[in-house]
């Protein structure tokens, strides 16, 4: 048995058309933002809705769903894993950021 786990689903909205990079070897990297909702009560009884915006990576692998179906407005749901990176801006700034690089994604909706 595994001793960590870092596992993230989510099933939600394409929030924009993915930008697509092809890569050496025939890889094909895809880019886009999913749109995920949760409905809560508020303190006075009244419903509010939240809206959680995702960076996602997807890279062309065996399993994987043609990437040309995603795009804006498009429900998807998917597995797969936190990745954490430090960059730093032209002006020297350092800066870091979170992107779900996903493993397996599918379209419940049978688009």
Known sequence: MER?????ELRGNV???????ELEGGVTVVRFSLAT?????????EYKEETSWHNIA???????????????GVFLQLVG????????T????????CEIVALKMS???GD
Do not use: Q
Request: charged share 35%; proline share 4%; hydrophobic share 25%.
């Open 15 to 21: 929030g924009a058309d993915p930008k697509v990079t």
């Open 58 to 72: 997807a890279w062309s692998t065996k399993g994987m769903i043609d990437f040309s179906k995603i795009r804006k």
């Open 90 to 97: 032209k002006n020297g700034e350092e800066k870091y950021s």
């Open 107 to 109: 379209l419940p909706d």
């Open 37 to 45: 909702h949760e409905v809560f009560k508020g303190k006075e009884g």
């Open 81 to 88: 894993r936190l990745r954490y990176y430090k960059y730093v």
């Open 4 to 8: 960590t786990l870092n596992k993230v």
